[in-house]
């Protein structure tokens, strides 16, 4: 049942005949989904350890970030697999497997930031008059972190939906019935001698979604970084 792209069937069929421009569609809503849930799950548990680490220092700063270290030094695969093993495969179960470790880099990002700012005269002003750590942190430290936050987040999604691509192309991930564009491109490898377009339709969506999130983040860090801007006005 394996037919090229045609006027009736844009991307061709599959083996069992199902039309592929509508398996891809579908697969993108599965991809962006989970690249979306999983982006904002590391931005929201690395912005709130990355930013009380930070600010607390010290004997906690030290055991959190040994913690990080810790659990970086363990492989991504096999922290997935266990995780799919004990859970199955599904939607939940790759989120949470994608989230577990990809926050890591987001608290770095916004300890370093928070640092640099805990010390200013505003902060301990705030602290003088009895502001608690989470007020000081949610009302005055994190806002100023907005910037970098938001570009980590776009860099995220498509880590996310390309750590999905691969999972299910691995065949660890979604399975089918359902449709994910990793999926669609693990079906498609098995007729890439025969039918190529069955992998390759897939694999350049991926490709310029990734590429597309990659040129937003950019345009965002122009925009938002203080740094580039400061040089900007300097040139």
Not at 38 to 67: E, P
Not at 175 to 197: C, D, E, F, Q, V
Not at 217 to 224: H, K, W
Request: charged share 15%; aromatic share 8%; net charge positive.
């Amino acid at each position: 049942m394996n037919k090229w792209p045609n006027s009736e069937h844009w991307f061709g069929t599959d083996e069992l005949g199902r039309d592929l421009w509508q398996r891809t569609w579908v697969g993108a809503r599965v991809s962006i989904f989970i690249g979306i849930i999983s982006g904002l799950i590391q931005t929201i548990v690395g912005a709130f350890v990355g930013g009380m680490s930070g600010l607390l220092g010290g004997k906690v700063d030290n055991i959190i970030m040994r913690c990080l270290d810790i659990i970086s030094a363990i492989p991504y695969t096999i922290i997935t697999i266990l995780i799919m093993v004990v859970m199955g495969s599904g939607i939940i179960s790759l989120i949470i497997a994608i989230s577990i470790t990809s926050w890591i880099d987001m608290a770095r990002l916004v300890r370093g930031q928070i640092i640099q700012l805990k010390n200013l005269e505003y902060i301990m002003s705030a602290k003088l008059m009895g502001a608690s750590n989470l007020w000081i942190l949610f009302k005055h430290l994190l806002p100023n972190c907005i910037w970098i936050i938001i570009i980590q987040l776009t860099i995220s999604i498509p880590e996310a939906i390309f750590s999905e691509a691969y999972l299910s192309f691995l065949g660890i991930g979604i399975k089918p019935p359902m449709a994910s564009w990793g999926l669609l491109a693990n079906l498609g490898i098995k007729h890439i001698r025969t039918h190529p377009y069955q992998l390759v339709i897939p694999g350049i969506l991926i490709s310029v979604f990734i590429l597309a999130m990659n040129i937003l983040g950019d345009g965002f860090r122009d925009a938002f970084d203080p740094t580039l801007n400061t040089v900007k006005d300097r040139k």
